[in-house]
């Protein structure tokens, strides 16, 4: 019995050594098959290994890089998602190239030399294309916190727009005026931007109005209440009200405040209240006063201040 078992044993021992020193020793030459360049630690080799190895990291990489696109975009809308896609392939680029590299230094090549080489071009490029990093910098904060949407009305540079698509570089607003207005991402980061609808599409407006010392401010109140409440456009709740500002240089200072749902279109209302608010004050006998200036001209002799005549009759005696 003894002897049978080491029969078997000796048997395993050389079925190992088969697979190891034949099977594994096939693959590894398989593996190792290709073009090489050089030799020593200069030498380049291109091997079937090598290229499997690129392939299989490639591979990798893009379902590492899917799996995490879909964890971020899992609850996010269709107009969000297709926005991360363009930051997924930005950095899938900038992952490939990683990959490149590494292969290459797999390969046998110093990459340091080359990485050194073009150090200038690489500091060249930085400072060229740095505006171009801010930009898409930007886009990715404002997909990624979604502090801008599509739909928002921004101010920008005293410029007012709605919102209707967000690149990963750039951000495009219509105007009041229908004019398309480019904006680069990085003004939304590093500029003061006033955004009308980030909270709630409901906002604010004012009309000021000045009227003569004397009327009625009463009336004037009322006029004003009354206009804004039937106002087409105007929300109903918050209710619309008036302030007495101030008491200015000419007028007294009123402003009457009302609440929209569309601010994009507030210029329109403001101008309707205002042809309203005149009408009404001409068929009150209320004046909107403007600044007035008193000019006084004094006529005299262009020599009476400057001592000149005087002069010439002293001169004049002299020589008599």
């Known amino acids: 019995m003894a002897q049978i078992l080491g029969m078997i044993q ?4 050389k079925i190992k050594e088969t697979i190891a020193y034949d099977v594994w020793g096939a693959i590894k030459q398989f593996l190792e098959l290709g073009i ?30 899917k799996s ?15 926005k991360f896609v363009s930051i997924f392939k930005f950095i899938k680029y900038v992952v490939y190239i990683l990959v490149i590299l590494f292969t290459m230094s797999s390969a046998g090549i110093n990459i340091t030399i080359l990485l050194t080489a073009s150090a200038a071009l690489f500091v060249g490029l930085g400072l060229a294309l740095q505006e171009l990093f801010q930009d898409i910098i930007g886009g990715i904060v404002i997909i990624v916190d979604k502090s801008l949407r599509v739909g928002d009305i921004v101010e920008v540079e005293d410029r007012v727009g709605k ?5 990963l570089r750039t951000t495009r607003a219509i105007t009041r ?13 590093s500029d003061i931007v006033y955004n009308y609808t980030q909270n709630h599409k409901i ?13 009625d401010i ?14 087409r456009g105007v929300l109903k709740n918050p209710k619309p009200f008036v302030l007495f500002d101030d008491f200015g240089d000419s007028a007294l200072l009123f ?12 210029p329109r209302i403001k101008s309707e209240i205002r042809y309203k608010i005149d009408a009404e004050f001409r068929k009150s006998k209320i004046s909107i006063p403007f600044p007035q200036r008193d000019v006084h001209i004094f006529q005299q002799s262009p020599f009476q201040h400057s001592g000149i005549q005087n002069s010439s009759k002293e001169l004049g005696s002299g020589e008599e």
Request: net charge negative.
């Open 10 to 13: 000796d048997k395993t021992e």
């Open 36 to 65: 090489h360049f050089g030799s020593g630690e200069k030498s380049i080799n291109i091997t079937i290994g090598l290229l499997l190895l690129l392939t299989t990291a490639f591979v990798v990489s893009s379902f590492f890089m």
């Open 68 to 82: 995490i696109r879909k964890l971020f975009t899992r609850n996010m809308e269709t107009d969000d998602k297709l």
């Open 163 to 167: 919102v209707f698509e967000i690149k």
């Open 177 to 189: 005026d229908d004019k398309i207005i480019i904006i680069p991402n990085h003004k939304f980061i």
């Open 203 to 215: 906002t604010r407006e004012t009309v000021k109005i000045g009227v003569a010392y004397g009327s």
């Open 218 to 231: 009463q009336l004037v109140t009322k006029i004003l209440e009354t206009i804004v409440h039937d106002q």
């Open 255 to 266: 402003s009457a405040n009302f609440y929209i749902n569309d601010s994009f279109t507030d």
